[in-house]
Structure formats: structure tokens, C-alpha cells
């Protein structure tokens, strides 16, 4: 080696010493200046909780500490020759891969809390802040100094993107499961007293009642696609496959401020936009309920629907699983039974004119209004006053041969209800 060279070599030394120091003794400066800047520029900082914004301070003042530290590791640019390329400080020995310490001495004492309370953007911009302090008051001077922070800096950013993507793979991944134990919760009844902060870890925001779906499937549907398509028809959804069924809970996604929609909400018209994700099967559309909390009702009915559908070989797609109550009945559902004895049956026990009556007579006679109106010794037009008071009090209609096998249905179960009372 050259006594020139040797010369070179040992005022780059000691010029490289003499900027460690200086680093050394202005990185308080540094991260001082970095969080006031931070204050004065970012809305969204300045409005953080007290223990987030000194999370953020941490993570700054360790990224500022570890620039010094990658600094001292990087030995002088070597020359020919010379032995200089060798790592200069056991930082650069045990830390082989710069992308990989840069992220564990920034964001390894990060709380967890933070990286999802603090998106990527903002991350970036929090560097690029950083960055413009640093430049501005403590690497002007120096171009080499200015030209290893801007290499550095590159390296944070990549490290930040990783860390990102990997909490959000992970995060994921856990969500996936959690909503499938969400809908599985929902679908069979159970794990009431833990749904709520399920839910809400899902971020679940819905307004209005709450129904579920339960639609027939092949193959592993793209539940991305099926999520993204159900949030641009209003509606915030949960999903789980459930072997050749699809369990959908869905409600109206709450209003983005200053926006409104442009029809109103309608889960048959959800569903229906929905349809090029399920198979020829039936789906069927559990009744609505009032918040998620109660969606296991909704759930079991559109399930009890759904099993007993065929049974109805004219039904539409979708159905409503209250139309196919005649058929659950049928098929053993319980909460069908109550359903129509509550909502057919009662009420016409309880009118003061002989409305259950009529419709009994009407029923046996064949939906014959002259044969009712014998059997009762009534005029025909009575029998027809009495029919149209029938479908207001309960809302299906006797004249309807759906309907009337509904309400005939729920005659013969409030009868053998009553006998074992």
C-alpha cells in the first residue's frame, strides 16, 4: 500500500470519526426537531392520543439511533488495495442483511397497537419528514453524509412496506378465521356472551336489521370478490362456507357522510346482485332481525328454509325462509310451528268476530264462497267481507292458494297446540 493511499485512507478515517461524533452528539437535536415538525405538518399526528403520538416519538428517535448505527457500519468505500471494506464495528458483522435490522431497530419496539392504528401512508409520510429534517439542518453540509441518509432512508421505506405487509397478511389470515367462527357462532346459536367483541374486532358497522342468507354452493367461492360486490351494493357482509352452503349475514353498511344512496336498501336486491357467486341451489332468506346479536334466529330459520324448500317446487330465488313455513312445519322446525301459531293463528282467535271460523269453513269447503256461506247461514258477501279482515289481520290472503295452505297449516297446528294446553 502506497504512503499516499495509506494517507487517503486515514483522513477518510478520521473525517468519518469526527461525523459519528457530530451525529452522536445532535441525535437528541435530531429527534426534537423531527416531532416538532411532525406537530406543525401532519393533521393526523397532531391529533393522535398522548400514548400513540409518544409511540410514534419512540419509533422516530429509534429510527434517527439507528441511521447512527448503520452509519458507523458501513466502513469507508473501499479502494483498491486497501483492506477498508472490512466491517468496521460489530453492527455490520451481525447485521448481514440491512433491510431486516433496519426494520427490527425502528419498529421492533413498536406496539402492535400502533402499526394498525397507523397506516402505511402515514408511515411513509412520517419518514419523508424525517427525512426533510435531517437534510435540511444536520446533512446539508456533508454530501456524503446527505448521500448515506438518502441510501438509508430508501432502506427504511422498504422496511416499513414489509412490516406493513406482513401485519396485514397476518392480520388477515385472523380475520378470516374469526369471521368464519363469527358466522359459525351465528348458525348454530352458540358463543352468545363472546359475539359482540367478535364482531366488533371484525369492525362490523351496520345500520338497520340484520338478515341471514344461507345460499347453495360448489367449489370454493372468491369470497373477496363476493365481499367487494356486496359493498358496492350498500352492505356490510359477513361470510362462511359451511361444506356446500354459503352463510351470508348481511345488513345495510352505515352512510359515508355526504353521501347517499341512490336506492333504498333491500336485501332481496343485494342477494339478487349477488347471485353469479352461487350455484343453481336454492338460497333462502332468513327473517330480518335487529342487530347482529340476535342473527342466529334469522340464521336457524334460513337454514330450517332452506332444508325444506324442496318441498315447494315453484319456490323463487331467492326465498324468504317465512314463505316456506308450511314445509319447516312439515319437516320438524320448531321455531316454524311457534311462528305460525303466533302469527296466523292467535290473532284470529282473538278478533271479536268469528274470523277463525270462516276460515276453517272456507278451508273444508274448497275456498267455496257459496258452500262457506251455507255452512255458516250467512250471505256470500259476508264471507267476503270476512276474508278481506282475515288478510289484514294476518297478512296472508285465503283467496291465494299459497296462502291458504299456510294459513291451513297454521289452523291444524293452533288446534293440537290448544288440546295439549
Not at 458483522?93 to 402515514?122: C, K, M, Y
Not at 437534510?135 to 412496506?161: C, G, H, I, K, W
Request: proline share 5%.
Amino acid at each position: 500500500m502506497s504512503d499516499h493511499t495509506a494517507a487517503g485512507g486515514g483522513s477518510r478515517a478520521s473525517d468519518r470519526s469526527q461525523t459519528l461524533t457530530r451525529l452522536r452528539s445532535v441525535s437528541g437535536e435530531m429527534a426534537t426537531a423531527t416531532l416538532q415538525r411532525l406537530d406543525e405538518t401532519l393533521p393526523w399526528y397532531a391529533a393522535l392520543p398522548p400514548a400513540r403520538r409518544s409511540a410514534i416519538g419512540l419509533v422516530a428517535q429509534s429510527g434517527i439511533q439507528s441511521f447512527i448505527n448503520w452509519f458507523a457500519s458501513r466502513g469507508l468505500p473501499s479502494d483498491s488495495g486497501t483492506a477498508e471494506s472490512e466491517p468496521t464495528s460489530a453492527a455490520e458483522a451481525s447485521h448481514p442483511h440491512t433491510d431486516a435490522w433496519v426494520a427490527a431497530d425502528i419498529f421492533g419496539n413498536a406496539p402492535r397497537e400502533l402499526i394498525r392504528s397507523v397506516s402505511l401512508q402515514q408511515t411513509l409520510q412520517l419518514v419523508q419528514v424525517v427525512i426533510s429534517v435531517v437534510q435540511e439542518q444536520f446533512t446539508s453540509d456533508d454530501p456524503e453524509l446527505r448521500l448515506a441518509f438518502l441510501t438509508y432512508s430508501r432502506d427504511v421505506a422498504f422496511a416499513a412496506a414489509d412490516v406493513y405487509a406482513k401485519a396485514a397478511e397476518a392480520r388477515g389470515q385472523w380475520d378470516d378465521r374469526l369471521e368464519a367462527l363469527v358466522v359459525d357462532s351465528v348458525l348454530n346459536g352458540e358463543s352468545a356472551d363472546e359475539l359482540p367483541s367478535r364482531v366488533a374486532a371484525l369492525g362490523w358497522q351496520a345500520v338497520g336489521e340484520v338478515n341471514a342468507v344461507i345460499a347453495s354452493v360448489h367449489g370454493v367461492p372468491d369470497l373477496d370478490q363476493l365481499r367487494r360486490q356486496a359493498r358496492q351494493l350498500g352492505a356490510e357482509l359477513l361470510v362462511g362456507v359451511q361444506a356446500d352452503r354459503l352463510v351470508l349475514v348481511l345488513a345495510e353498511s352505515e352512510h359515508e357522510e355526504g353521501v347517499e344512496r341512490s336506492a333504498a336498501f333491500s336485501v332481496q336486491r343485494v342477494v339478487s346482485g349477488l347471485m353469479s357467486h352461487f350455484s343453481d341451489g336454492p338460497i333462502v332468506i332468513g327473517p330480518p332481525v335487529p342487530t347482529v346479536l340476535e342473527a342466529s334466529t334469522s340464521a336457524q330459520a334460513a337454514q330450517a328454509g332452506f332444508t325444506a324448500v324442496a318441498g315447494w317446487q315453484s319456490a323463487p330465488r331467492p326465498t324468504l325462509a317465512d314463505d316456506v313455513l308450511p314445509e319447516r312445519a312439515l319437516a320438524g322446525d320448531p321455531l316454524a310451528r311457534v311462528t305460525l301459531i303466533q302469527r296466523a293463528y292467535l290473532p284470529l282467535v282473538q278478533q271479536t268476530t268469528d274470523l277463525l271460523g270462516t276460515l276453517r269453513a272456507y278451508l273444508e269447503s274448497g275456498r267455496s264462497l257459496e258452500g262457506t256461506a251455507r255452512a255458516l247461514y250467512v250471505h256470500p258477501n259476508t264471507v267476503r267481507y270476512r276474508l278481506r279482515r282475515i288478510a289484514e289481520v294476518v297478512g296472508w290472503d285465503p283467496t291465494e292458494p299459497r296462502d291458504a295452505l299456510i294459513l291451513q297449516t297454521a289452523l291444524i297446528l293452533g288446534a293440537i297446540n290448544d288440546t295439549h294446553e
